[in-house]
């Protein structure tokens, strides 16, 4: 099976972490893995004013830091991850990416806000649910 991990580094991302390291059936060496991280854009002024590779750097160490805890988990269980670090709206994006790349599971995070909350705030899980046909376990 070809799992997509959307990660953020929350503690929402921990929990999913946490639910994997408990189902053996989704950590089988058989499947593999590709963690993405989407990083909200900066707005124009500021990528005007800090120049691309200000930008660019920016944008990497901070995939960095969501990215490489995950990748030292599943090492510690003897999984290979593959690491993608996009830019824009996440709940879109994370679709996008799992449409592109024919996953066959979404395995996200949720904060579980219920109906109300998410009529209201909306939210990436959501946006992830609404965008694409891949099915998409939410760890809460």
Known sequence: MNILLAVDGSSYTKKMLAYLA?????LAPT?????????????????AALGKPAVDQYYAEEAAKVLDPVV???????????SLSKV?????TI??????GKFDMIIMGSRGHG?????????????????????VLLVR
């Open 95 to 100: 679709a996008k990416t799992a449409e592109s």
């Open 22 to 26: 408990t189902h053996e059936e989704l």
């Open 115 to 135: 109906a109300l909350g998410s009529l209201v705030m909306g939210s990436v899980a959501t946006r992830v649910l609404a965008n694409c046909q891949t099915p």
């Open 88 to 92: 824009g709206n996440a709940g879109e």
């Open 72 to 82: 030292k988990f599943l090492g510690r269980h003897d999984l290979k991850v593959k």
């Open 31 to 47: 499947h593999t893995f590709t963690a993405v991280t989407v990083q909200a854009a900066l707005p124009p002024r500021a990528r």
